[in-house]
Nanobody, 123 residues
Framework: QVQLVESGGGLVQAGGSLRLSCAAS???????MGWFRQAPGKEREFVAA????????YHAVSVKGRFTISRDNAKNTVFLQMNSLEPEDTGVYYC?????????????????WGQGTQVTVSS
C-alpha cells in the first residue's frame, strides 16, 4: 500500500511560480511517480512523470519548458516546480504512483493517487 499526500498549492498571479510536493508513506524506489491535473468539468490530464531513479522524465507538451518534475528518494518525496504559470494551469493537481515506465499519460495506468492540491492562477 502506498499513500500519497500533496501540498504546496495556492493562489498565484499569472507569470508566477509554485512548487508542489508529494510525500509518500513508505519507500517508493520501485515506482514511477507522476503528476496529473484536473480542471472543473474536464478529464484528468497528464502533466509529468519521473522514473524510479530520477534519471528519466517526461513532461506534457502543454507544460514543457515551464514545469519540472523531480524526486528525492531519501525523503520519499516528489516535486513539481511550476514556473511561468498561466490561468489555464488552474486545477486540482494530483500525485500518482505506479510500477510502470515514465511515459504513462493515461490515468488508468497508475495504481495510487493522492487527494490533490488546488492551484489557482489569476490573470
Amino acid at each position: 500500500q502506498v499513500q500519497l499526500v500533496e501540498s504546496g498549492g495556492g493562489l498565484v498571479q499569472a507569470g508566477g511560480s509554485l512548487r508542489l510536493s508529494c510525500a509518500a508513506s513508505g519507500r517508493t524506489f520501485s515506482y514511477t511517480m507522476g503528476w496529473f491535473r484536473q480542471a472543473p468539468g474536464k478529464e484528468r490530464e497528464f502533466v509529468a512523470a519521473i522514473d524510479r531513479s530520477g534519471g528519466n522524465t517526461y513532461h506534457a507538451v502543454s507544460v514543457k519548458g515551464r514545469f519540472t518534475i523531480s524526486r528525492d528518494n531519501a525523503k520519499n518525496t516528489v516535486f513539481l516546480q511550476m514556473n511561468s504559470l498561466e490561468p489555464e494551469d488552474t486545477g486540482v493537481y494530483y500525485c500518482a504512483a505506479g510500477y510502470i515506465g515514465p511515459y504513462a499519460p493515461a490515468p488508468r495506468q497508475w495504481s495510487y493517487w493522492g487527494q490533490g492540491t488546488q492551484v489557482t492562477v489569476s490573470s
